[in-house]
């Protein structure tokens, strides 16, 4: 294919290849987004980019979309949005005004963990991880979802299952010795040892054809409120900030360590609803994998990095920490809407 005609394939939403659709900006949510998709979708200038988050608040749908799509650029961006807006100053310096703002409301949601000392790393991830009384959404699916609530949740899934691995991946050149053979160990099982049919991505891909979704990157965007963009950004926010490492390897570890049993609860409650073993391999493959890793993150990675690390000790806590609370205020939304017969997804 010429650069012609993928671009041509681009505009009519195929992609290069004819078979991934385009991946484009969704919809703005309010002037936050208006403002700003209205500079990306013309070509960059030295401009400033205001954009007013005074009092957003952390599942706010138009300020958390605003971060995702500044944050998305780094990633597999925008078909249509210029690649130079990547690294443009004044996306930039608009992109730090809502981290700054994304920083204080996670401050606010999230006490950082008491910590007696980088040694104590190990035990109070397992403490942290371990105290967990919020509402159970995988015990739901379990036992209750209907077909088209699951639907829902792979959907908001999607955001982060058909890039995953990719935020914590930011850490592996920021860390030296141990924990960076650790990490690297967890991600070349999380990118499927070097196959793409066995990459995680791929296998979520694979979950929502099962149940009749759009598999394209990005094909929900639209469709998911505030606090599910809000758990990506945390992973990105941490992962382009070499300040914040210790954050991410922390919020890896929190996902890893309670990863097997909701994703064991996850493959009986799609098999319940009627999928078969490719649409419930994702899930499988995690109540596996992520028993070994859960033990490579939390002392290869985690303790290693603490001992070596020791002034970022409580940053590796706090990161855990909102990893599992971004989590449960999730869960708290989807049930809650849910709860009332609701869909828990935004309406095209």
Request: glycine share 8%.
């Amino acid at each position: 294919m010429t650069a012609v005609d993928a671009r041509r394939a681009r505009r009519e939403g195929r992609g290069a290849t004819g078979r991934e659709p385009a991946t484009r900006l969704p919809a703005p949510r309010g002037p936050v987004t208006a403002t700003l998709f209205d500079r990306l979708t013309r070509p960059p200038d030295d401009s400033p980019i205001p954009l007013d988050v005074t009092g957003a608040e952390l599942g706010d749908d138009d300020f958390q979309l605003a971060l995702f799509a500044c944050y998305e650029l780094h990633y597999q961006g925008f078909d249509d949005v210029d690649e130079r807006w990547e690294w443009a100053p004044p996306l930039l310096a608009a992109r730090m005004e809502l981290e700054r703002r994304f920083e204080e409301t996670l401050a606010a949601a999230v006490p950082r963990p008491p910590l007696d000392g980088p040694v104590e790393v190990r035990r109070a991830l397992r403490e942290l991880t371990a105290d967990d009384d919020g509402p159970s959404l995988s015990a739901f699916l379990s036992r209750r979802a209907g077909l088209e609530q699951f639907r829902e949740f792979v959907i908001h899934r999607s955001i982060y299952h058909l890039k995953e691995a990719d935020p914590h991946t930011w850490a592996i050149p920021r860390l030296r010795g141990r924990p960076k053979a650790a990490l690297v160990e967890i991600q070349a099982d999380e990118y499927g040892g070097g196959r793409a049919e066995r990459m995680h991505s791929e296998l979520f891909r694979a979950t929502m054809r099962g149940l009749g979704l759009d598999d394209s990157y990005g094909a929900y965007l639209g469709r998911v409120p505030g606090i599910t963009l809000a758990i990506s950004n945390a992973m990105s926010l941490f992962g382009l900030h070499r300040r914040l490492r210790g954050a991410l390897i922390g919020h890896l570890a929190a996902l890893e360590m309670t990863s097997s049993l909701p994703n064991r609860r996850y493959a009986i409650g799609l098999r319940r609803l009627g999928g078969d073993d490719t649409a419930a391999l994702f899930y499988d493959e995690h109540v596996q994998a992520d028993a070994v890793h859960e033990q490579i993150a939390c002392h290869d990675l985690c303790e290693n990095f603490a001992a070596e690390h020791p002034w970022l000790a409580g940053d590796v806590l706090y990161g855990a920490a909102c990893a599992l609370r971004l989590e449960r205020l999730w869960a708290e939304y989807i049930l809650g809407r849910w709860d009332a017969g609701l869909t828990s997804l935004r309406h095209p």
